[in-house]
């Protein structure tokens, strides 16, 4: 049983494949990613990114599916970019927001005197609104990542969440 997928690559973009590592460059960036899996094969050719196996076990099937996902992401962050909108929703304490590096802070959460942070990861560019955060790059998984991490450091503790709703939520994904 051979698995096949195949992601045609769009105009405007090229995709190479040196060793094991798939480069996709487009007009926002470049992006680079570790295709390497027992028994998977990845191959770039005629226009489109091929990946197959031999194999019929589940994991090494599903993981052509996987590797199917990952570069049609890497192709549309490249052309596109990716944007996630996060609202600030407080009641009575006001939360107030720093961006101090690659660390968010997050002062005022529920009263708190002590700030909660966040990390930013490399290649997110963070943009802070009235009740809004903005993450945007062209690597869906560092921009996912970036705003769970936010999530988390708002999550609230030793109270009943059914009234302290308070946090920063992601409301949209573009």
Same mark, same amino acid.
């Given at each position: 049983?051979? =698995?096949?997928?195949?992601?045609?690559?769009?105009? @405007?973009?090229?995709?190479?494949?040196?060793?094991?590592?798939?480069? /996709?460059?487009?007009?926002?960036?470049?992006?680079?990613?570790?295709?390497? &899996?027992?028994?998977?094969?990845?191959?770039?050719?005629? @226009?489109? %990114?091929?990946?197959?196996?031999?194999?019929?076990?589940?994991?090494?099937?599903?993981? /052509?599916?996987?590797?199917?996902?990952?570069?049609?992401?890497?192709?549309?962050?490249?052309?596109?970019?990716?944007? &996630?909108?996060?609202?600030?929703?407080?009641?009575?304490?006001?939360?107030?927001?720093?961006?101090?590096?690659?660390?968010?802070?997050?002062?005022?959460?529920?009263?708190?005197?002590? +700030?909660?942070? +966040?990390?930013?990861?490399?290649?997110?560019? %963070?943009?802070?609104?009235?009740?809004? /955060?903005?993450?945007? @790059?062209?690597?869906?998984?560092?921009?996912?990542?970036?705003? +769970?991490?936010?999530?988390?450091?708002?999550?609230?503790?030793?109270?009943?969440?059914? =009234?302290?709703?308070? @946090?920063? &939520?992601?409301?949209?994904?573009?």
């Amino acid at each position: 049983m051979v =698995v096949e997928r195949r992601v045609a690559i769009p105009a @405007g973009i090229t995709a190479a494949l040196t060793g094991f590592t798939l480069v /996709v460059k487009g007009q926002k960036g470049e992006l680079r990613r570790e295709m390497r &899996y027992p028994g998977v094969n990845v191959a770039v050719a005629d @226009g489109e %990114v091929v990946i197959a196996t031999d194999s019929s076990r589940k994991r090494v099937v599903a993981m /052509v599916g996987t590797y199917a996902a990952h570069v049609g992401n890497m192709f549309e962050g490249v052309a596109k970019g990716y944007e &996630y909108r996060m609202k600030v929703v407080y009641s009575h304490f006001p939360i107030q927001l720093k961006l101090k590096g690659e660390i968010l802070e997050i002062n005022n959460f529920l009263g708190e005197k002590q +700030a909660r942070y +966040a990390r930013i990861l490399p290649g997110v560019r %963070v943009t802070i609104g009235n009740d809004e /955060v903005t993450l945007a @790059g062209i690597d869906k998984e560092l921009v996912g990542s970036t705003s +769970a991490k936010i999530e988390r450091a708002t999550k609230v503790r030793k109270r009943d969440t059914r =009234v302290f709703q308070d @946090g920063i &939520y992601i409301v949209e994904k573009a």
